[in-house]
């Protein structure tokens, strides 16, 4: 399905159009794993909202990937509870065996990694998001582990 007939059939769940913006937006990019120019036009098209006010609401959101991205997206938090606890041991062992730096992808295309400020998550530092699984208690070999059950 295209992504103007697939954002068409939510806009009756939203009072009007700009309200339909940020699903829409997730839609097109569950298509390709980010929003290309072309994306954010299907997006402007669909909705018939100008491509400056799709593109803004795209840029501002960091939920929204402005540039093609690994198969799973890693946000790990660094944030001052996540760092006491070792969050900057877990970027350094990203980097050494995975060869992923923040903001980069692996060679292979399997992760992409973000880092982020706080995913709310203070009290069972430090933690990351993969796609959308939470994964709280992090330790080196926990994250490892864990990133196994990713193809
Ligand atoms: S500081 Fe890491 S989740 Fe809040």
């Not at 060679?107 to 939470?134: H, K, N, Q, Y």
């Amino acid at each position: 399905m295209k992504i103007q007939e697939e954002i068409k059939g939510y806009l009756e769940r939203y009072p009007d159009r700009r309200g339909a913006l940020l699903p829409a937006l997730y839609i097109a990019q569950r298509k390709a794993g980010w929003l290309s120019q072309e994306a954010l036009e299907a997006v402007s098209e669909a909705l018939d909202l100008p491509k400056a006010t799709v593109r803004g609401v795209a840029t501002f959101y960091a939920m929204y990937r402005q540039r093609p991205m690994g198969r799973h997206l890693i946000q790990l938090c660094t944030n001052v509870a996540c760092m006491i606890f070792g969050a900057e041991r877990l970027v350094d062992l990203l980097k050494e065996r995975y060869g992923l730096e923040p903001g980069g992808t692996t060679d292979d295309g399997r992760f992409s990694l973000v880092i982020m400020e706080c995913i709310g998550a203070c009290d069972r530092a430090p933690a990351m998001l993969v796609d959308t699984d939470f994964h709280p208690g992090l330790t080196e070999e926990k994250i490892e582990s864990i990133l196994e059950g990713y193809e």
